[in-house]
């Protein structure tokens, strides 16, 4: 059976809860449930039924161990999981403002993630890498390590493609994970160049490279396959043979929520390439999966509004896991 490392950080999310604003006052009421893009993918990949382990580092704490059941529950795998004694997950927070527009608060910078690249237990870690059929990891995933560690990740990554892993790099770029965006942009050049596909999307290639054209952008990744989606549903790919365009289908039901619709995308799209679809089929897919994740709130939809277990037929894994 196929497999997938999906590498990240997952923290614990405080969500205003409606109505939790008092009267007069600047506090409220909030919600706590956990987020992470690259965890988010490995759920709905586990959910597409492909096996995914997730690479981590957690505390010991409480808050560590209900995300570890809530990841089993999900059939997401947790033994590349490393429990640091004393350290915690990062937090953030969700607050409304007056418009119901969302803003972000950050607690991270001594989360256990973040030392994930310099533990004892690294080198076990990166070396397994060669077991799975993709390694999946965005660019928030090498924002939390610093150089040598992201160093570290790519000579793993380089090492387990010569055994036939395939590298997969989302570009989900966030301005308040890097110090500058020129180093931002030498880590994407680095992440494009060792790649066997990028998710990549305007919105987040504007914001390195801004006034430039879809083509232009495109002209930056030299990886083999490459799916740009635009501002509209629309995904423009390259792949071996030619290039297309791939629309959305119209949306029927009213939009709640975008988050994670990146992160869905990219794992129907993930899913389909190792079951056997083509590029535009696998497109296809991550339209579908993201237009149904956007009509819940939360990044984690309820599993009953899953689609349809499509059977496809999967390709062999490269080897025994």
């Not at 390439?273 to 991550?286: C, F, K």
Request: with cysteine.
């Amino acid at each position: 059976m196929a497999s997938v490392a999906c590498i990240g950080e997952c923290m614990v999310e405080l969500r205003q809860a409606q109505g939790g604003q008092s009267a007069g006052q600047g506090g409220g009421l909030f919600s706590r449930g956990f987020g992470g893009d690259t965890l988010n993918t490995a759920v709905y990949l586990a959910r597409l039924e492909v096996k995914v382990d997730y690479f981590t580092a957690l505390g010991d704490d409480g808050m560590s161990e209900e995300m570890i059941a809530a990841w089993n529950a999900e059939g997401v795998g947790t033994r590349r999981v490393v429990r640091l004694p004393g350290k915690l997950p990062g937090l953030y927070m969700i607050q409304l403002d007056a418009n119901g527009e969302r803003q972000f608060f950050h607690w991270r910078d001594s989360a256990a993630a973040r030392q994930l690249m310099s533990l004892p237990e690294t080198d076990e870690l990166l070396n397994s890498l060669m077991s799975y059929d993709i390694v999946y990891l965005s660019a928030i995933t090498l924002s939390i390590y610093d150089a040598a560690g992201r160093d570290r990740l790519f000579a793993a990554i380089k090492r387990a493609r010569l055994l036939g892993t395939r590298f997969v790099f989302d570009t989900n770029f966030r301005a308040r994970g890097w110090p500058d965006r020129d180093v931002a942009r030498e880590v994407f050049a680095a992440a494009f160049a060792a790649a066997d596909i990028v998710l990549t999307s305007a919105e987040d290639l504007l914001a390195l490279y801004p006034g430039e054209s879809p083509e232009q952008l495109m002209a930056r990744i030299p990886t083999p396959e490459l799916v740009f989606r635009l501002a509209e549903p629309v995904s423009l790919l390259r792949f071996p043979g030619g290039t297309h365009e791939v629309h959305a289908e119209p949306m029927t039901r009213p939009v709640v929520d975008t988050t994670a619709a990146g992160d869905s995308f990219a794992a129907a799209y993930i899913a389909a390439r190792l079951a056997g679809s083509d590029p535009v089929e696998a497109a296809q897919a991550g339209h579908r999966l993201a237009s149904l994740v956007i009509c819940y709130p939360g990044a984690i939809i309820p599993g009953y509004a899953m689609p349809p277990k499509k059977r496809h037929r999967q390709t062999a894994s490269r080897q025994a896991k």
